[in-house]
Each structure stands twice: as structure tokens, then as C-alpha cells.
Antibody
Framework: EVQLVESGGGLVQPGRSLRLSCAASGFTFDDYAMHWVRQAPGKGLEWVSGISWNSGSIGYADSVKGRFTISRDNAKNSLYLQMNSLRAEDTALYYC??????????WGQGTMVTVSS | QSALTQPASVSGSPGQSITISCTGTSSDVGGYNYVSWYQQHPGKAPKLMIYEVSNRPSGVPDRFSGSKSGNTASLTISGLQAEDEADYYCSSYTSSIFYVFGTGTKVTVL
């Protein structure tokens, strides 16, 4: 079964850090670009960051550039998002998604990040 | 990286057709044939409905169709059904590994 499972979310104070993970199974992970997409409570989808299959291309939304770092370990079929200097506006459900045909074709169920003192 | 513009809500009766627009710029929607559409039911993860402007993944009913003209893409749902009530988002490739989503449209089946 094709599956993406996110983990690592939780409650964190402003200014602190958190590392999200996404475990992939059921498909050839290193054939695909991977992305993080977030959704604040009651709001729309926001593309956060993407990484090509070989980590040769990496991109970030302006809202997280300089604070978040995306990475992947193809040997472990895993995607990561290191989030530093967290702000209240980073509170959201974070989804990992695979990128195929220049679209997001497989989605995880998300991991919730709440930034609050 | 401004969000693509979608109407906040669209409604229709069962069996009718509705169209959701997604307006961007020549740097995203108008510049590439890489517009995709996603359906999201409450509490669920988004689901890919259309990719590359007008292609349907396996399993998506053929009453969902996509098109594009200039900087505006559209999703049409023909023969609207109760289970189509959901939020819909467009997305466009912008360059390299960068993407942008639309503002989202709530579809209500009357």
C-alpha cells in the first residue's frame, strides 16, 4: 500500500525548534520529488518546501525561508523538515506529499504543529 | 509567491454543472501547463483530482474536467453529486521546485 506517515508535531514555544519526519512506503521513494504543505486551522493550503529526488533542487516559501530546512534520506525512505525560530503563524497541520507529474499525488494524514507559549 | 485567486464559494443542485476558476499570472498558471486540482473533505487530506491542466488520475470520475485559458485555469464538475461537496484547491508549478496553491473554493450541493 502506498503510504506517507508524518510524525514529530506537537506543542512548542515561540522561538523554539521542531523536526518533522515523513516515512514513505509502497512506492520507489527516490524516484520522486517530495514536498511539505501546511494548513492553518480553518485556512487554505500553503506550499512550504520542496526537494528533488536527489536533493539537487530545494525550495522554500518566502514565509519560512531562512528558518526551515528540508532534507531527505533515500536509504531510509524518509523526508524531514527542520523548523527553527518557530512563530505563532507557523501553527498548522503539516502534510508531506510526493511530487509526480508536477502535482502532489500522494498525501499523508498530516502532523499538527502548535506554536504557543 | 502570491496565492492564486479562487472564488470563496460555488454552489449547485444535484445533476447541474459548476465551474471553479483559478486565476494567476504569466509566472505560474499562464506560464506552464502544470496546473493541478485537489478535493478536500472536512478532516481529510487533500486528494489529487486533475494534473497537467486536464488529466485525471486513475479512479477520478470523468465528470471532473480541467481546462486553461491564459492566466486562468478552471475545474468543471458535471452532474454534481452530494459527495462532491468539499473544498477545492488549485495549484500551479512556478519554477524549479516551487509551487503555489489557490485560495480555495467551498463547493456546496444544494
Amino acid at each position: 500500500e502506498v503510504q506517507l506517515v508524518e510524525s514529530g508535531g506537537g506543542l512548542v514555544q515561540p522561538g523554539r525548534s521542531l523536526r518533522l519526519s515523513c516515512a514513505a512506503s509502497g512506492f520507489t521513494f527516490d524516484d520522486y520529488a517530495m514536498h511539505w504543505v501546511r494548513q492553518a486551522p480553518g485556512k487554505g493550503l500553503e506550499w512550504v518546501s520542496g526537494i528533488s529526488w536527489n536533493s539537487g533542487s530545494i525550495g522554500y516559501a518566502d514565509s519560512v525561508k531562512g528558518r526551515f530546512t528540508i532534507s531527505r534520506d533515500n536509504a531510509k525512505n524518509s523526508l524531514y523538515l527542520q523548523m527553527n525560530s518557530l512563530r505563532a503563524e507557523d501553527t498548522a497541520l503539516y502534510y508531506c506529499a510526493s511530487g509526480s507529474l508536477e502535482a502532489f499525488d500522494i498525501w499523508g494524514q498530516g502532523t499538527m504543529v502548535t506554536v504557543s507559549s | 509567491q502570491s496565492a492564486l485567486t479562487q472564488p470563496a464559494s460555488v454552489s449547485g443542485s444535484p445533476g447541474q454543472s459548476i465551474t471553479i476558476s483559478c486565476t494567476g499570472t504569466s509566472s505560474d498558471v499562464g506560464g506552464y501547463n502544470y496546473v493541478s486540482w485537489y478535493q478536500q473533505h472536512p478532516g481529510k487530506a487533500p486528494k489529487l483530482m486533475i494534473y497537467e491542466v486536464s488529466n485525471r488520475p486513475s479512479g477520478v470520475p470523468d465528470r471532473f474536467s480541467g481546462s486553461k485559458s491564459g492566466n486562468t485555469a478552471s475545474l468543471t464538475i458535471s452532474g454534481l453529486q452530494a459527495e462532491d461537496e468539499a473544498d477545492y484547491y488549485c495549484s500551479s508549478y512556478t519554477s524549479s521546485i516551487f509551487y503555489v496553491f489557490g485560495t480555495g473554493t467551498k463547493v456546496t450541493v444544494l
